[in-house]
């Protein structure tokens, strides 16, 4: 297989069919040894993290194909921590969506002048960062995007709707299991024109709460997968 791009926590490879193949890593983003989805660096590795990334990701692919909501998800192979997907062309450079629930991490580190840690954000609040490691994955409005080229306003209406339907979905996952999810970071391309969901879903891009703490991932994958 070609090696088209080796991620933070993915290596990405071609496949003769045309779709894309995803390996998932044991790497995850933070700082110090301490594990941030607002990170934009890996900062630690945990054994095992990356094939329980894969578990997570499908699980909530699936819930998502029965709410009609269109993803590049085709097939996983667990055992061997990969999984195959429709190729789609990113945005720019790449744009990270971060939906958020509370007020919590770079919002408050941001914000916090204005609003307290842990405040609920009704409805959901969307930000869309551009993937750049040396500018600390800039923030750029709908506006930004379509005056750089980088996408129309209608795909980011799109975006953003498919954005908090989806956090909805993980969100009311977790609220079942007795969690309360803070906030989740997705990326997003185009297949055939069309915006759709690409990368994954894991407990390395969100954060999730319990009992009024934070739930490291290897611990938030075990409790997603043990109450599926």
């Not at 496949?15 to 630690?44: H, I, S, W």
Request: hydrophobic share 35%; charged share 30%; aromatic share 8%.
């Amino acid at each position: 297989m070609k090696k088209l791009y080796e991620g933070k926590t993915k290596d990405v490879f071609e496949l003769e069919n045309g779709n894309v193949l995803l390996k998932f890593k044991d790497d995850c983003t933070g700082k110090d040894g301490k594990f941030d989805p607002g990170e934009n660096a890996v900062g630690l590795t945990i054994e095992g993290i990356g094939r329980q990334n894969l578990r997570t990701s499908v699980l909530y692919f699936e819930l998502l194909k029965k709410a009609g909501i269109k993803t590049h998800y085709v097939s996983a192979n667990v055992e061997d921590a990969t999984m195959e997907v429709l190729p789609a062309t990113v945005f720019g450079h790449g744009l990270e969506v971060i939906c958020r629930l509370r007020a919590t991490g770079s919002f408050i580190r941001r914000y916090g002048d204005y609003i307290a840690d842990g405040t609920v954000l009704e409805g959901g609040y969307v930000e869309t960062t551009l993937k750049n490691d040396e500018k600390g994955d800039p923030l750029i409005t709908s506006e930004g995007l379509a005056a750089l080229g980088i996408m129309t306003q209608e795909m980011f209406n799109s975006m953003k709707e498919q954005t908090l339907k989806i956090t909805r979905i993980v969100a009311d996952d977790l609220a079942k299991k007795g969690m309360e999810l803070y906030d989740i970071k997705f990326e997003f391309g185009y297949n055939n024109g069309e915006v759709i969901l690409i990368d994954e879903i894991a407990s390395g891009n969100m954060r999730v709460y319990k009992d009024g703490k934070i739930v490291d991932p290897m611990e938030l994958t075990a409790l997603i997968l043990e109450g599926k």
